[in-house]
């Protein structure tokens, strides 16, 4: 496998790109992908066996169940991000170890109903919320000390939208080839 086969199956949909101008049609599309993620993930997982969680995305990837896992674990820490910049100025928000998360038991727990359930309510609330931003709001920032800049929430939003699909492709990458690369 190449170096260029490895990373068209770590980016299957290639990385975030940011508009240069975030406009309504951009913000309503994101909102409306951010709201179905629960239900396509759902959709996608449901009738998978646990041999089936454990398929691999790519050599040294995650497992399906590490990735819906991760999906539930990086949206809540999302969704605090968006709470925080709403109500205080310019928070700097806390990073985590993303792969040293993807380690511990919960991760690693077949049962990714109970990520999924998680998922469903935390999305419902998230696109309460996003429905509800004045454009001010949309502008109100983090910072992010690992990247060392500030991110918009109209831009973070988008960021979420890309996040699900990308981790969906991964999915469907890993049905398909059945974990064998």
Request: glycine content about 4%; some cysteine.
């Amino acid at each position: 496998m190449t170096d260029q086969d490895l990373e068209q199956l770590k980016y299957p949909i290639g990385k975030f790109v940011k508009p240069n101008e975030i406009n309504e049609d951009h913000l309503s599309q994101w909102i409306s992908e951010i709201q179905a993620f629960p239900i396509s993930l759902k959709k996608l997982t449901s009738t998978l066996t646990d041999e089936q969680k454990n398929w691999q995305y790519r050599p040294d990837g995650w497992s399906i169940k590490q990735v819906v896992h991760h999906c539930g674990d990086s949206h809540l820490n999302s969704f605090m991000r968006f709470k925080l910049s709403l109500t205080e100025n310019e928070p700097i928000i806390k990073p985590y170890f993303e792969d040293r998360w993807a380690t511990l038991a919960d991760s690693n727990y077949d049962k990714i109903e109970d990520s999924l359930m998680l998922l469903h309510g935390l999305h419902n609330r998230w696109t309460v919320l996003l429905k509800s931003l004045s454009k001010e709001e949309l502008k109100k920032q983090f910072v992010h000390p690992e990247h060392g800049k500030k991110f918009s929430l109209e831009e973070n939003i988008g960021v979420y939208a890309h996040h699900g699909n990308h981790h969906l492709a991964h999915i469907r990458n890993a049905i398909e080839y059945k974990g064998n690369f």
